[in-house]
């Protein structure tokens, strides 16, 4: 295995002056030796116990129980919806040109997008584009208003009717419910706008550093367990921003295959290698990291000036937590820099709402980058990466988000420390309710996702995972289960291709610690009867004879 020292914050130890920036000039040749003892453990008995609880096992392998023929049809619908969306545009350019100026050549200048780019887009989305971009009015809690609109032209354009629906959110991030228009982060929220305004109007490179925001970024770096943090007024250039200050030229970024768009976006945008492992893949992770590590940059063969593996702390489209303590094995084996994006984990799990760290008890310290946002947990905006001092220091003074974009508002900010204090328990009037937020999403999160696959509907995640998707498959049932919800007063999130691979279209649940019981019992009836009408209850006869299996041992053991 490969040595590399660190010192006592978790940094890898002779390089250049520059935090993070700069790794060890022979970060790609060092040798076989002994694990440094400087470094805090995870002990193997925690590795073992977090993934012998089952909390792993539910892979994506489960798809090979898919029937053949759901698979083949979904193949086929897509086949025909592309077939058919070929042969309108062929007939149209004949019978209707005046539509299809804008795909055309005008003026000698070649169209922006051409007929084939935007295919997808006006003959497959456009036809269930009603049910997507849905506008509502007030907070988007447990329920929330929903406009409502028709269309008369098939979707090209939407008409307000004037009614307001007021429907069950599956749909929204709000998971510890603190998205709401009044009660104690309301009432933080509007005083500190009446003390200190509105906004600073400035980058915090230049009069942007407020006392709030400061105390704030204190305040992060304590909830998550870190030396300093550093907030960031937008979620995504959280990621997109900050991984090119964190590596460049000569580096290497190992990514999973299903990392978020913003931090596709930060790797390319940084100028460094970029190799991708599978899906939640330890093995192929290594596998990777010992090819570039043995083999060195393209052409060259000179080492890696920096390895940088980035994951996420819960995958929001599959539901799932990552390998995170074999991973760290891995980090101490190979020596790389780990960075987890806990945009969804931050705040919904771990006992205390820590993160992925706090729920798979791992010191936060093993972790080089942490990067979170607000808008999820918290109900607010924004982002912050946290880490060691001198790299947090490292970015301020290099980072554009810190040194061009304006500073995060004033009632943002206060919302974030309010809820946060919350959480954390030193809100005097306000100390168990943060902890009650969290133990009701626990409790509604593994209730929902146990009763669905009772009722034999395929669902993805790890058990604790406040996002639960439920695979659809076939695209025609996709738009017709999100009518069939808005029927029933039940606003939900339907995704499929590119979002997802093409066979895998799904709706993806939501929990929130403000839905009530009742609420979710309503929603599992009616999913239920969606369910028998569009046919998704593909392990029924499963869930069945597993029950008549039980029963019968049941029996026995009581007649014995």
């Not at 470094?39 to 012998?52: D, I, R």
């Not at 892979?59 to 309108?88: C, D, G, K, N, Q």
């Not at 490179?205 to 709030?212: F, H, I, L, P, Y």
């Not at 604790?464 to 919800?485: D, H, M, Q, T, W």
Request: aromatic share 8%.
């Amino acid at each position: 295995m490969l040595k590399h020292t660190r010192d006592k914050d978790g940094l890898l130890v002779g390089g250049e002056q520059y935090p993070f920036k700069q790794a060890p000039k022979n970060s790609s040749t060092l040798l076989l030796s002994e694990k440094t003892t400087a470094e805090p453990t995870v002990s193997k008995e925690v590795v073992e116990a977090t993934l012998g609880d089952g909390v792993q096992k539910k892979e994506l392998s489960e798809l090979e129980a898919v029937p053949t023929l759901i698979l083949v049809t979904t193949y086929l619908s897509f086949l025909m919806l592309i077939m058919f969306a070929h042969m309108r545009d062929f007939i149209g350019k004949i019978l209707n040109p005046e539509q299809y100026v804008q795909l055309r050549e005008q003026s000698g200048y070649a169209p922006m997008v051409s007929d084939f780019e935007s295919l997808w887009t006006r003959r497959l989305y456009g036809r269930i584009r009603d049910c997507f971009n849905r506008p509502i009015t007030g907070v988007a809690g447990g329920r929330v208003n929903l406009l409502e609109r028709v269309s008369k032209d098939f979707n090209n354009t939407f008409q307000f009717t004037g009614r307001v629906l007021n429907v069950l959110n599956l749909a929204s991030y709000n998971y510890l419910g603190f998205a709401q228009s009044e009660g104690p982060c309301a009432d933080k929220v509007e005083e500190a706008m009446h003390a200190n305004g509105i906004t600073q109007a400035s980058s915090r490179a230049e009069v942007g550093r407020s006392r709030q925001l400061a105390e704030t970024e204190d305040m992060v770096a304590r909830f998550v367990g870190t030396e300093a943090a550093l907030i960031v007024s937008m979620g995504y250039a959280t990621n997109a921003l900050n991984i090119p200050t964190l590596v460049g030229k000569g580096c290497l970024i190992i990514s999973d295959e299903l990392n978020h768009s913003s931090l596709v976006s930060g790797a390319r945008l940084s100028g460094a290698t970029i190799r991708v492992f599978k899906h939640n893949d330890v093995g192929n992770l290594e596998k990777q990291l010992r090819f570039s590590v043995s083999q060195g940059q393209p052409r060259t063969h000179r080492p890696w000036k920096k390895i940088l593996v980035v994951i996420e702390g819960l995958y929001s489209m599959e539901g799932q937590f990552p390998k995170l303590p074999e991973i760290v094995e891995l980090r101490r084996k190979y020596g790389f820099y780990l960075f987890v994006d806990e945009a969804h984990s931050i705040g919904a799990l771990g006992k205390r709402g820590r993160g992925v760290c706090d729920h798979f008890g791992i010191d936060p310290r093993e972790v080089d980058v942490l990067m979170g946002t607000f808008t999820k947990s918290f109900g607010a905006a924004g982002g912050y990466i946290a880490g060691s001092k001198a790299l947090i220091d490292y970015l301020r003074l290099h980072s554009h988000s810190a040194v061009y974009a304006e500073s995060m508002s004033v009632p943002v900010l206060a919302q974030i420390s309010s809820s946060m204090r919350m959480i954390m328990g030193e809100d005097r009037e306000h100390a168990l309710e943060g902890q009650q937020h969290l133990e009701q999403l626990a409790v509604n999160s593994r209730y929902m996702a146990r009763r669905l696959a009772e009722m034999g509907f395929m669902t993805m995640g790890d058990p604790g995972s406040p996002v639960i998707p439920l695979l659809l498959f076939n695209p025609a049932k996709i738009p017709a289960f999100s009518r069939e919800c808005l029927k029933r007063n039940i606003a939900v999130v339907v995704v499929s291709y590119p979002a997802t691979s093409i066979i895998t279209g799904r709706v993806r649940i939501c929990i929130s610690a403000s839905h009530t019981r009742e609420d979710l019992d309503y929603a599992l009836e009616q999913i239920s009867d969606i369910g028998d009408l569009l046919m998704l209850k593909f392990h029924k006869d499963k869930v069945a004879k597993e029950l008549e299996q039980s029963t019968s041992t049941t029996s026995s053991k009581k007649n014995a």
